[in-house]
């Protein structure tokens, strides 16, 4: 079966990531999602930061989420690929200081990618403290 991707922009914002994890973990995500799905994909930009790519396959029960989290471990229902999926995305977020969150139900899975969003750095004024007072 196919699936079509469906894209809705939202707001542009930077982000700290390696580039060639970032887009790993975005295409291990659309391959599980275009597999399992039994209609459209969805990726969006829910906030800043925050990419989800969702499917309406069936879903992952809570405890085949958790092993499926682990490494090297494969769901019963497809023994392609060796196992490193959501692993593997998870253990890139951490690398680049984001995360991985995944949420699942009977009417489909929603992954999102939570990146880390650099602050600039603070200045006295800022902070309230103007240049000219001394701090105690």
Request: glycine share 10%; with cysteine.
């Amino acid at each position: 079966g196919s699936a079509r991707v469906m894209h809705r922009p939202g707001p542009a914002c930077q982000v700290q990531a390696v580039p060639s994890l970032a887009l790993r973990a975005i295409v291990n995500l659309l391959e599980n999602a275009l597999k399992y799905s039994q209609g459209p994909v969805e990726v969006e930009c829910l906030a800043q930061g925050v990419l989800q790519i969702s499917d309406s396959g069936s879903g992952i029960q809570a405890a085949e989420l958790r092993q499926a989290l682990a490494e090297y471990s494969q769901l019963q229902r497809d023994q392609r690929g060796v196992g490193l999926g959501l692993s593997a995305v998870q253990r890139w977020m951490k690398e680049m200081q984001g995360q991985l969150e995944v949420v699942s139900s009977p009417g489909g899975t929603k992954a999102r990618l939570c990146f880390f969003i650099p602050y600039p750095e603070s200045t006295p004024t800022e902070t309230g403290v103007e240049s000219s007072q001394s701090l105690p």
